[in-house]
């Protein structure tokens, strides 16, 4: 997921300076050579960085699986969808094509699009209303300002990345010693903000995260191999959250190729419409750096859950937990899909493998230059 990819990368740079600056003090340099020592590796860290973005830009979609598949475990799973068909194909390392089994991945923090999604169904139902405050929700303390639905599914309500714990008490705890302003705060990529959510959906519906959205799932979306997490698949090294734990919401769900490719036509149909709904644009949030536009994955606008590429027309998410990162992105008016799962985590710094957001996007604009709107 973008942001834990960020966090990652910030942490790489936080242990190298830090050694550096360990070895400083033991040889005893002056201040002025400690600090240009520091800025030439910082300097050095993000060059590199730069260089890799500007290397992997110029791929191709081949040359892309060829640089991602780099060990004999790797297995990426490439979906698409257009003219209503699906089709995937298995990939392993140096893009030899495997046998089309339908792997079991964690797909990480498209999980957010879901927990959106039972949301958008309890305010169709007239259950809730975007403009509703979480208090409405949840047993808090009084206070002046809780933030809205709208503020949470748009990253935008103002809570910190991560909370700090792990049940749902911790959680509900947490929201009501956060003190926060009646404004939109500036696009924060947040798990805390969608974990809130969870509590919220709970307290519509009187009954838990897990059993709810496994049953909307099921029965209301038709993916029958789509769950939170219990730890059973084939491909191992799955992050099981506790039984109490308010994580999920954010991030726990297992799915495979064909129930993925099912979710992401489901979104090009727009059926149920308040899905359709999710897709429009809510708030700009301008988040797009150079790197993000040079690789395809921009962030121009939020709609419910769902980040927003104005300017290649493409409506996308991704995710990436431990040993897994995914991409789901689609373009409504050529009526385009792309997904791609893998079961490697990449090195931010130096990849080991490449996100499957870049890959995906690159296949996506691909493919929309062979079909007009």
Do not use: C
Request: net charge negative; proline share 3%.
């Amino acid at each position: 997921m973008t942001e834990k990819e960020s966090n990652k990368k910030k942490s790489i740079f936080k242990n190298l300076i830090e050694k550096e600056k360990e070895s400083l003090r033991k040889a005893k340099k002056p201040l002025i050579i400690t600090i240009v020592a520091l800025v030439l590796l910082a300097l050095l860290v993000i060059g590199f960085a730069s260089i890799r973005i500007d290397k992997i830009s110029k791929m191709t979609f081949d040359e892309m699986l060829v640089f991602a598949a780099n060990n004999k475990n790797t297995k990426i799973t490439v979906g698409v969808v257009q003219n209503g068909e699906m089709s995937y194909k298995v990939y392993g390392k140096d893009k030899e094509e495997l046998p089309q089994i339908e792997h079991i991945y964690e797909i990480a923090s498209i999980t957010k699009t879901f927990t959106a999604a039972l949301l958008f169904k309890a305010i169709d139902e007239g259950k809730a209303s975007l403009d509703d405050s979480i208090d409405k929700y949840m047993d808090l303390p009084n206070k002046e300002y809780y933030p809205t639905l709208k503020r949470l599914v748009t990253h935008t309500a103002g809570y910190a990345t991560e909370y700090t714990g792990n049940s749902k008490e911790q959680l509900l705890n947490l929201i009501g010693k956060t003190d926060l302003q009646n404004k939109d705060y500036n696009f924060n990529y947040s798990n805390y903000g969608f974990e809130v959510i969870g509590l919220v959906i709970e307290g519509i519906y009187g009954e838990d995260y897990t059993k709810l959205i496994n049953d909307y799932i099921k029965n209301e979306l038709g993916l029958a191999n789509t769950i939170v997490n219990d730890g059973t698949g084939d491909l191992g090294g799955y992050s099981v959250e506790r039984e109490d734990s308010g994580k999920k919401p954010s991030g726990a769900l297992t799915s495979t190729i064909t129930d993925m490719m099912n979710y992401a036509k489901i979104q090009l149909e727009g059926v149920p419409t308040y899905l359709a709904d999710m897709h429009n644009p809510i708030v700009d949030v301008a988040a797009g750096m150079r790197q993000s536009q040079k690789l395809n994955t921009r962030i121009d606008s939020m709609g419910a859950s769902w980040l927003i590429d104005t300017e290649n027309g493409i409506t996308w998410h991704d995710g990436a937990m431990g040993n897994y990162n995914s991409y789901i992105g689609f373009d409504k008016e050529r009526q385009i899909a792309v997904v791609v799962l893998i079961n490697t985590m990449p090195d931010i710094l130096i990849p080991s493998s490449l996100h499957a957001s870049i890959i995906g996007a690159k296949l996506l604009t691909d493919l929309q230059k062979t079909r007009k709107p």
